[in-house]
């Protein structure tokens, strides 16, 4: 790749009604939720939001003036409604070119709610079956309302929403827009998970520049019409290198931040001299201590909601008793050993927008530990090490238990067996660089070779029916040059192997991911609703400049959406 840069989201206690709280900051309990009748309205606006972030003045982008944004919590059979509106300020995309790849619009939003099972909601109308049908664009002053019927069966769990607005999702996301749902259900009864305080860690990454009118505000508006793609970390307009701000980045921001319940614990900087290195300096930064007894149990609902970043989890000294993935629980409890001295390896690893409950038992022996992302080089530029927050044992013992079973999730289930299996599909990360087809960018971002079309749908599902698809990274071309979280939209899946090595049955999913020379292989039933959606790469700038395409969901049985099945297909 020369020297190209690539780089460039819980609460309450068990409750029948829709409602929506603030998530705590540095919680060591999760506040009670405030409640709605389901008939209601949760109102929720996207509106620009100044503060202080760790000494400088920032200008974010925020729900309900939140960072993160109110938590929603649901349970199943109840309808979700929710009036989006849009109080950004006007931004001049008159100078984009049409591109839908090239990123734009940012004064535009709409709304996903990422890893709840509902109807199609990313294109006009909601539900829509129309391949022709656009995106849903709300614009500043806009207002839009969303209607979600929960499925009865529907699992509890831990979901999240953010923007979903093509060419403007990563510049949002990575601005502060993203919150949490709570799906209350079963798993919640479960005694010894009924008494286990719930603790928060949604993690969220904020990238910044110098405003280019304010020099003591740290903004992210990109400069229209630049050249967008970094070279070698700085933004290249009208093929001139300039210092690292105005563009569109994929990652290289010259100030970003990891927050977690809105509280920043690292930090990263690029600097603006074009013959040093490209990758971030990092720096760590205090972080929340959660005090624990020993013995007591707590349940830990953690988010990588960051825009590009992959989380290899570890909490030092603890075992980690894994209960769900991305808001589907287990059939039992996954137990996942303390790591010994050196053991560089991962106990938990979350993707962007993988979420996790996790069981931890603290220790006999009083201490500080520390819950750690390593550092991971599966993207362009190096994860650093990071300490996301401390466990803090003290106090009177306690010896509180650990669950022994847990319910079964009964959407997700029978697992489809491979007899079920009516198409196999290969889904593979592509792309070039220097760019062949997104030229303003610099370097494209495919799925099978193709730049997403909005009013295309390469692939055509029949209701009910199991596929298995088969996701590759391969390592002969750009899309080699990293990982990808692959994400589809309006059902979840189950991960059945990685790399031809089996994973436990019941890892039921909606994002994964995948690694260089990787093929996972996922298998799903496109359940209850029909209509046009989407997949995707979720490092957001990928997403943002073509890696994503539509898929439609039919009804074989209508008149005229027969669909035939073959063994293969990419």
């Known amino acids: 790749m020369n020297d190209l840069t690539r780089r460039q989201v819980l609460t309450g206690s068990a409750t029948v009604a829709v409602g929506m709280t603030a998530l705590p900051v540095a919680?060591?309990?999760?506040?009670q939720q405030s409640t709605a009748a389901s008939e209601d309205w949760i109102e929720l606006e996207t509106a620009i939001k100044e503060t202080i972030l760790d000494g400088h003045r920032v200008r974010l982008r925020a729900y309900n003036g939140q960072i993160p944004g109110p938590t929603m919590t649901v349970v199943p059979g109840q309808t979700l409604r929710?009036?989006?509106?849009n109080s950004l300020p006007p931004y001049d995309s008159s100078k984009w070119g049409g591109d839908h790849n090239v990123p734009h619009g940012l004064d535009a939003t709409n709304l996903?709610?990422?890893g709840l099972d509902v109807l199609p909601h990313i294109f006009e109308p909601l539900g829509t079956s129309d391949p022709m049908a656009p995106q849903i664009v709300i614009g500043p002053g806009e207002q839009k309302e969303y209607v979600f019927e929960i499925p009865e069966d529907h699992p509890p769990g831990f979901d999240f929403y953010h923007p979903h607005k093509h060419g403007a999702t990563a510049v949002q996301v990575v601005s502060g827009l993203a919150g949490a749902?709570?799906?209350?259900?079963?798993i919640d009864e479960v005694p010894e998970i009924k008494a286990a305080r719930e603790i928060p860690l949604a993690v969220q990454d904020i990238g910044l520049f110098p405003s280019e009118t304010d020099p003591d505000l740290w903004t992210y508006e990109p400069v229209q019409n630049a050249v967008?793609?970094?070279?070698?970390g700085y933004v290249t307009i009208k093929g001139e290198r300039t210092n690292l701000r105005g563009g569109f980045s994929t990652g290289d921001y010259r100030l970003r931040y990891f927050l977690l319940n809105g509280e920043p614990f690292f930090k990263e900087t690029h600097n603006d001299k074009?013959?040093?290195a490209i990758s971030p300096v990092g720096t760590q930064l205090p972080v929340q201590r959660f005090r624990l007894a020993p013995g007591e149990v707590v349940r830990f609902r953690m988010l990588n909601g960051s825009s590009d970043n992959l989380m290899p989890i570890v909490v030092d000294g603890h075992d980690v008793h894994q209960i769900a993935m991305d808001g589907v629980n287990f059939p039992a409890v996954r137990t996942i050993p303390a790591r010994s001295a050196g053991d560089t390896s991962e106990q938990i690893l979350l993707a962007s927008a993988n979420r996790s409950d996790l069981l931890v038992k603290a220790s006999s022996?009083?201490?500080?530990y520390r819950i750690r992302q390593l550092a991971q080089k599966q993207q362009f530029l190096e994860s650093a090490e990071k300490v996301i927050a401390e466990i803090e044992v003290t106090g009177p013992a306690k010896d509180m238990p650990l669950p022994d079973k847990l319910p079964i999730p009964t959407r997700g289930y029978p697992l489809i067996e491979a007899s079920e299996v009516k198409r196999i599909r290969v889904i593979e990360f592509t792309g070039n660089t220097p760019a062949l087809i997104n030229t303003i960018v610099g370097g494209d971002y495919l799925i099978n070779n193709a730049i997403y079309a909005e009013q295309e749908v390469p692939t055509v599902v029949n209701l009910n029916e199991a596929e298995e698809w088969?996701?590759?990274?391969?390592?002969?071309?750009?899309?080699?040059?990293?990982?990808h979280p692959f994400h589809i939209h309006v059902n979840s899946f189950e991960v059945i192997s990685i790399n031809g090595v089996m994973v436990p049955p019941g890892t039921i999913q909606d994002t994964v991911w995948v690694g260089v020379g990787q093929t996972v292989v996922i298998r799903m039933r496109f359940k209850q609703w029909t209509g046009k959606s989407v997949y995707h790469c979720h490092i957001l700038p990928h997403e943002d400049v073509g890696m994503m395409q539509n898929f439609l969901i039919v009804d074989a049985t209508q008149a005229g959406h027969k669909h035939s099945t073959v063994s293969s297909s990419s």
């Open 27 to 31: 919680a060591v309990a999760v506040s």
């Open 82 to 85: 929710i009036r989006l509106k």
């Open 112 to 114: 996903h709610v990422h």
């Open 181 to 186: 749902i709570i799906v209350r259900g079963a």
């Open 228 to 232: 967008w793609q970094t070279f070698g």
């Open 274 to 276: 074009p013959e040093e």
């Open 365 to 368: 022996t009083p201490g500080i």
């Open 470 to 483: 088969h996701l590759v990274v391969g390592t002969s071309h750009h899309g080699g040059a990293e990982g």
